[in-house]
């Protein structure tokens, strides 16, 4: 498998990719409060996740037509409204459905997609079947994949397998590996970071959750890169909660310190 680089996708190093929430509402309000999310974290930020949060599960692995048609229209909007600006999309279409992801990217301007799991074995739901991904990939060259390993809210079947081991098959199918803490605004622990590095030098670590102005130093010391959501909303993620460009602001200048 060639692989994409973060240099190839990102303008700046140690990447800061912010959260777009797609809540259940109707979707012209869907359309709306991305466009004004996306208009406070440009031109703040490296890069947009696209994300449809709490709604469009068709089961534990696919998302429903009516979600996937949504994000598709959403990241259009914003694609449009981007453009040229050199924002890098990308999509997380959960839960874990990749295909659609690859898809809404590729029909829709987005570079890169996210994966809340690209390898690993988790109670209710299907593992990524790695053959039938690289087939599914190879459809899709251009667009860069940030593989999860050991994600928030998921149940290992085998508890004794090691974040390295997990690193060492993700680096397989992945061009990012996505690290993340126990739940949603949790940073990961430092010692995961430092295994997942030691074990996969060569590919890109990216922090999936819990960074914000105060531990971002400690943690990019480490990672290559993080997505944020959490951190530049004043309330964390709840429905209706705007971008506070404040706390953005506050962020990516700790980020300035690293670069």
């Not at 098959?169 to 690290?179: N, T």
Request: neutral net charge; contains cysteine.
């Amino acid at each position: 498998m060639s692989k994409i680089c973060l240099g190839h996708v990102f303008s700046f190093s140690k990447p800061i990719i912010g959260m777009i929430h797609v809540w259940d509402e109707p979707l012209s309000r869907q359309v709306a409060r991305a466009l004004a999310d996306t208009d406070q974290l440009n031109p703040h930020v490296d890069g947009l996740i696209v994300e449809n949060y709490g709604f469009g599960s068709k089961d534990y692995n696919l998302a429903s037509a009516d979600a996937i048609e949504r994000i598709g229209r959403i990241t259009r909007a914003i694609s449009a409204k981007t453009k040229g600006l050199g924002l890098a999309i990308g999509i997380n279409m959960l839960p874990n459905d990749y295909e659609a992801a690859f898809e809404i990217a590729k029909t829709c301007g987005g570079v890169f997609i996210q994966m809340d799991h690209v390898t690993g074995k988790f109670h209710r739901c299907q593992s990524v079947d790695p053959a039938q991904f690289l087939r599914v990939r190879a459809r899709y060259p251009e667009i860069m994949v940030l593989g999860g390993i050991h994600p928030k809210y998921y149940q290992l079947v085998d508890p004794g397998t090691t974040i390295t081991q997990s690193a060492l098959e993700a680096q397989k199918l992945a061009d990012a590996i996505v690290v993340t803490g126990q739940k949603t605004g949790h940073p990961p622990d430092l010692t995961d970071l430092r295994a997942v590095k030691s074990a996969c030098p060569d590919t890109p670590l990216i922090v999936g959750s819990g960074l914000d102005s105060h531990n971002a130093l400690e943690h990019l010391s480490l990672a290559d890169g993080a997505i944020v959501g959490t951190a530049f909303k004043t309330r964390g993620v709840v429905p209706g909660e705007p971008i506070n460009v404040g706390l953005v602001r506050a962020f990516v200048g700790q980020v300035a310190k690293l670069r």
